[in-house]
């Protein structure tokens, strides 16, 4: 008999001809934008279309929104209002943390300290600081992932004037030991930066308890806008400006401001943190439900990352013996998105350099798949998913009849 899981899909894509129903596992690459986030966004394309710079109500309208938006992020992670400042997205606040700091304690020295497994907007600027002069020491991780508190420490160096390490990684979800982290750069009186896209409004975050200097976040990785994120910058850490010109976000990001993306990003974190603890247990129990229906019905895989440490909604898995890229092409003819390690490296022909860190064979990471959850995803949809990952894995190891 044949089985009709067409009920369980999503007909969330409508539009597109080409794939008509969806399971939308890639979430950590983007999310799908709350109807609730769209909604609070519209009136600032229609009629409220006031520069927030401007004296009259229409404008002042316009900055109380962005200004109760930046109340709300402060609210949110333990800050305040004016240590919180509106970006376009995580890339960006990651350079400018990263840039911002090479340039203004460039005179106290020239080391920083970050991990190997860092996205490449850290990386990549690590890079480019690299080439003008700085020295940087990019930290091992461990078989889950896990940065090494000790080499840390041992990393410290007089002229050591930035470390950042990200809060949980976006290919295999491991979360690092942030607090400890912060206690260390505190101890040593050194800033600390966390790229905390993936992890913000998926587990708590306390900026002063966990004695965070600086963090990146981006709205479109918790169902907000894309285009639009923040950079938090602890108010006796001065920040060079990144773009130079009128007077918005305190004289450091000049240009008119993104006003519904800021308000859909406003809407967002609303929206996040009032579900937070809600929408971590359940996203969890399905992400375990999950790791374990693919450990126990496919053979010749592995779980990457730590198995408990890890966000509520990564599943990151290496099959042996087929190229990842592969599998997605698969998944995609049967209306699943999954991602074959991150999104920016996809087409790349190198294997991705987060799960090299962590030991794995170059041969094993090529059959890398993230699977990455939404609270909206269901049990069926899952047992869906797992049973065309088997099958398809199946026919790319010439096992199939
Ligand atoms: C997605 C992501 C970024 C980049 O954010 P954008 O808003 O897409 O520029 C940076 N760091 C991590 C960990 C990410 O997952």
Redesign the pocket.
């Known amino acids: 008999m044949k089985e009709d899981w067409n009920h369980l899909i999503n007909r969330n894509d409508n539009d597109n001809p080409v794939v008509p129903r969806l399971i939308y596992l890639d979430n ?3 999310t799908p934008t709350s109807p609730e986030v769209i909604e609070a966004m519209l009136p600032f394309y229609e009629n409220r279309y006031g520069n927030p710079s401007a004296t009259y109500d229409l404008g002042q309208k316009s900055k109380n929104a962005i200004e109760e938006v930046r109340e709300l992020i402060a609210d949110a992670i333990g800050a305040m209002p004016r240590e919180i400042y509106f970006t ?7 350079n400018w943390a990263l840039r911002g700091v090479a340039e203004g304690l460039g005179f106290r020295g020239n080391h920083i300290i970050t991990s190997k497994i ?5 990386l990549r600027t690590c890079e480019y600081l690299e080439q003008n002069g700085y020295d940087i020491t990019y930290l091992d991780v461990d078989e889950w992932g896990m940065v090494s508190l000790e080499q840390l420490r041992r990393s410290i160096r007089p002229d050591t004037i930035l470390i950042s390490v ?1 809060a ?3 290919e295999m979800g491991t979360i690092q030991p942030i607090t400890r982290i912060g206690a260390i750069a505190r101890h040593y009186g050194i800033p600390f930066h966390t ?5 913000f409004a998926q587990i708590p975050i306390q900026v002063k308890l966990q004695n965070i200097d600086m963090l ?1 976040a ?4 918790f169902r907000g806008p ?4 923040f950079l938090y910058v602890r108010e006796n850490k001065r920040i060079p400006p990144l773009i130079h010109g009128g007077g918005q976000e305190r004289h450091v990001r000049a240009g008119t401001e993104n006003v519904p993306g800021i308000v859909g990003m406003g809407k967002a974190v609303e929206l996040a943190m009032k579900s937070l603890q809600q929408r971590m247990t359940k996203e969890s129990s399905l992400r375990d439900y999950l790791i374990n229906q693919i450990l126990n019905t496919i053979p010749d895989c592995r779980l990457n990352g730590s198995r408990n440490n890890r966000l509520p909604n990564n599943a990151d898995f290496c099959f042996a013996g087929i190229e990842g890229g592969n599998l997605l092409v698969m998944l995609d003819a049967d209306g699943i998105c999954a991602s074959a390690g ?3 490296s996809s087409g790349d022909a190198k294997p991705s350099h987060v799960l090299t860190a962590m030991g794995i064979p170059e041969e094993l990471c090529r059959g890398a798949i993230r699977l990455t959850l939404n609270e909206t995803i269901t049990k069926e949809q899952i047992d869906f998913t797992v049973k065309k990952m088997a099958e398809n894995i199946s026919i790319l190891r010439g096992e199939a009849s």
């Open positions: 950590a690459a983007t376009a997205g995580g890339s960006e606040s990651d860092e996205h490449h907007a850290i990200m949980a990684n976006n790229d905390a896209v993936q992890a990146s981006s709205a479109h990785k894309k285009g639009v994120g991150s999104a920016c």
